[in-house]
């Protein structure tokens, strides 16, 4: 059905919003970064009460946080039978009724998710505003609970790190994370990295860096975000007492000597005759005797030698040395084997 442009200015009409049919249709998945969508429908109807005639209609959806005026937080998403991103079929409209599928994304490329926080305080309060052929209707109809499982079904808490698989090169990627709520634990702030309103507003822990000083996570009952160095536990290693055995095999020991004389020289001491020689001189002359020796060996008979450790013994530990198991990896950092990731917070 076609409509002169004027149609809607000259006969207003109102939204009537069908609250059976404002239902969850695809949640987020456990992750919380899938988009997701939610059946949306309603009657539009004059000032009499009389439906909008039936035919297909150019609609258009945008999401506010307040009932008049300001910016959308989502949309618009256009139901208007043209290509591209955030644009979807004409609207069926029958006896005034309608029903579409809102999301995943705006002609923006915002997720739906976008729009919803998740938590309770005030702020949180959603409007969808409905525009027809172009004139948008009023008032702006209050989004109630429901939706809100777009946010709440899976939800990944505020603060919580998770492991995630994107291209840091892509500036979409990126757009992709900060708009859901997400921000990179790169040591900046969520809100330098584009997300809007975040709850967590301070630096976030630098976790990305790859370069060898990769931190593992762990709990704590302390500060989170507190790094710490990498350390090993002093420890010994004890041999208990023992004994080396040490054998060889028989062999001689030979000491060669040459022909040698040994001198013995006496003299008149103070202790008397006993020092005289036994010849009887009286003459207290100095008296020599020698021997005459000749070469000779000693042979030594080899038997084990024992020796006993009472006390620990010293072990050396040397870098690891290429065996029968492989080539042996070396480098900066102790690490399992591992696979790259980008570490994100939820942070809002």
Not at 118 to 147: C, F
């Amino acid at each position: 059905m076609n409509l002169r442009s004027d149609y809607f200015m000259t006969k207003p009409y109102r939204l009537i919003l069908t609250l059976a049919s404002l239902t969850l249709a695809v949640g987020l998945q456990a992750q919380g970064l899938v988009s997701g969508s939610m059946n949306y429908g309603g009657t539009v109807v004059d000032a009499t009460g009389d439906p909008l005639p039936d035919g297909n209609y150019d609609l258009a959806f945008s999401i506010y946080s307040q009932a008049a005026g300001g910016m959308p937080v989502w949309g618009p998403q256009e139901f208007d039978g043209q290509p591209g991103t955030g644009h979807q079929p004409l609207v069926a409209v029958v006896g005034g009724r309608f029903s579409v599928l809102l999301g995943p994304i705006d002609t923006s490329g915002d997720p739906l998710s976008s729009a919803f926080n998740g938590t309770s305080t005030g702020t949180d309060s959603r409007y969808i505003e409905v525009i027809v052929q172009g004139t948008a209707l009023a008032p702006r109809q209050p989004i109630l609970a429901t939706p809100y499982a777009l946010s709440a079904q899976g939800m990944i808490p505020i603060g919580s790190i998770i492991a995630h698989h994107l291209d840091l090169s892509s500036a979409a990627d990126l757009a992709r994370i900060t708009s859901s709520g997400f921000a990179l634990c790169n040591g900046t702030t969520a809100a330098s990295q584009g997300v809007a309103d975040p709850v967590i507003t301070g630096a976030l822990p630098n976790l990305n860096v790859g370069d060898g000083s990769g931190r593992f996570l762990r709990g704590t009952t302390g500060t989170t975000g507190a790094e710490q160095d990498d350390q090993i536990q002093g420890h010994f290693h004890a041999l208990p007492n023992h004994t080396h055995t040490a054998s060889s095999p028989p062999h001689n020991h030979t000491m060669t000597q040459t022909d040698h004389i040994h001198e013995i020289t006496t003299g008149e001491g103070s202790a008397g005759s006993r020092n005289r020689a036994a010849d009887a001189d009286s003459s207290s002359t100095p008296q020599e005797a020698s021997t005459n020796g000749e070469s000779a060996s000693v042979t030594i008979n080899s038997s084990a030698v024992t020796i006993n450790n009472t006390d620990s013994a010293t072990v050396s530990i040397q870098d690891p040395t290429t065996g029968s198991h492989g080539t042996v990896r070396v480098g900066d950092e102790t690490r399992p084997k591992s696979m790259m990731v980008v570490w994100i917070m939820r942070v809002r």
